[in-house]
């Protein structure tokens, strides 16, 4: 596609019948910009922008459907966006190259021109990531990840997070993106997702404070819970990087644990324009410490070893090994079980949680955290969350450059 230097600005208009429209298609002809189509709706601009003959698009603010995923499909297409009227703040958040006054058309060519010239444009991946620097208070975002074979990710999550909420404000996040439990695991009977709200809310560039205590569930003093996907399917309602807007959001109101899905594979090079495992990689590369959770059954031990391998490759934040069903009667020791792990990876610590299925199943029927029916439990759990939270524990900011810089195809 030639740069847009190189002559005519060609542009599409989304105006959604705004009263600036035909004074738009009067001006912009007699400034050397060619209007090539007066599109509908944003399904025919969206659709119009793949063919590669523009290079801005002049919408209305108000466009319906006009958010984050419809922004980047046009920059993903070599098109800029340049909005008149509507909310500045959202529109920029949705990364909107140039937000125009409707009472100015006069000089919409200018601006039109501007947002042609720009080499280099920012991929609003997520919406808010470069927009908001980390608060110095930040609370530390902990992820809880094991492999296939129901380890005890969910259970271990419930657990930091009851006992974190004991001594400071917690949200637990569920985003397992296979189907979530932490619902079903703590009697939360919720109509609507919160993840998927919250999702929604940043997607539209909305997802402020008072979005994000909508989208919660309070469980009890100082613990609230984002409840995950509803069905399995629905993991393609969450735009590859929310997730990060949605856990720097959770970050502010205190302390996060994050309950993951089981895989690491990154199948965003399929073809396909969604990852489904990208939540899982999201979290894991937002994180301030990670708790890899594997059973220690023989199998759970061989998926164990896998995990901590794509772990060490991904190279996340620290790393607490914890080691579920732990039994005399599997004929190994405690000692054994580090070496193998340490072979792998070098964690911070490799934790051990007793098997008691009585107090899991008692927790399970009452809708409560394992912590809350057994002392054994409790007490191995209290260990994992001095390790996770030590007193001395400081917040790892927010990676900086989220975003991806993207530049014109020649």
């Known amino acids: 596609m030639p740069s847009p230097t190189s002559g005519p600005i060609s542009v599409l208009l989304a105006a959604g019948g ?24 944003l399904a025919d601009l969206l659709g119009t922008a793949t063919t590669g003959t523009a290079s801005v698009a002049v919408v209305s603010g108000l466009l319906p459907g006009l958010d984050a995923d419809a922004v980047v499909r046009l ?17 920029t958040r949705l990364g909107v ?10 000089s919409l060519a200018e601006a039109v021109r501007g947002a042609g010239s720009r080499s280099f444009v920012v991929d609003p991946v997520p919406p808010e990531a470069e927009l908001r620097e980390p608060a110095a208070e930040a609370g530390r ?27 400071a404000s917690t949200v637990l996040v569920d985003a397992d993106p296979h189907g979530g439990a932490v619902a079903q695991h703590l009697g939360v009977l919720d109509e609507t997702s919160g993840l998927l709200a919250a999702a929604r809310a940043a997607n539209a560039g909305t997802l402020d404070a008072a979005a994000f205590a909508r989208c919660r569930r309070r469980l009890r003093d100082g613990l609230e819970v984002l409840t995950g996907l509803p069905r399995p399917d629905r993991w393609v309602e969450v735009r590859p990087g929310v997730l990060d807007v949605i856990l720097d959001e959770a970050a502010s109101v205190g302390d996060v ?30 994180a301030d410490h990670v708790v890899a959770v594997g059973s220690a059954e023989p199998t759970g031990l061989a998926r164990l070893a896998r995990t901590l391998v794509d772990l060490r490759d991904l190279g996340p934040a620290p790393v607490t090994v914890v080691v579920n069903r732990m039994r005399d009667s599997l004929g190994w020791s405690r000692r054994d079980i580090v070496g193998m792990v340490e072979g792998y990876l070098r964690p911070e610590r490799v934790l051990f949680v007793p098997d008691d299925r009585a107090a899991a199943d008692r927790a399970l029927v009452t809708g409560a955290a394992v912590v809350e029916h057994g002392d054994a439990l409790r007490r ?31």
């Open 18 to 41: 705004e009263p600036w429209e035909t004074e738009a298609l009067r001006l912009l002809p007699t400034e050397g910009i060619a209007v090539l189509k007066r599109c509908v709706d």
């Open 75 to 91: 920059l993903r297409d070599d098109v800029r966006c340049v909005a008149v009227g509507g909310d500045r703040e959202v529109l």
């Open 97 to 106: 190259v140039h937000c125009h006054d409707p009472g100015e058309v006069a």
């Open 141 to 167: 975002v902990v992820a809880v990840h094991g492999g296939a074979g129901a380890p005890g990710r969910t259970t271990t999550a419930i657990a930091l997070a009851t006992l974190r909420a004991r001594t």
């Open 257 to 286: 644990v994050v309950d993951t899905g089981f895989s690491l594979e990154d199948d965003g090079d399929t073809g396909r324009s969604l990852a489904r495992n990208q939540m899982t990689l999201d979290a894991l590369a937002r």
């Open 380 to 410: 191995a759990f209290a260990e994992v969350h001095d390790a996770v939270w030590p007193a001395s524990a400081t917040v790892s900011p927010p990676s900086a450059g989220r975003g991806r810089w993207r530049c014109r195809r020649p």
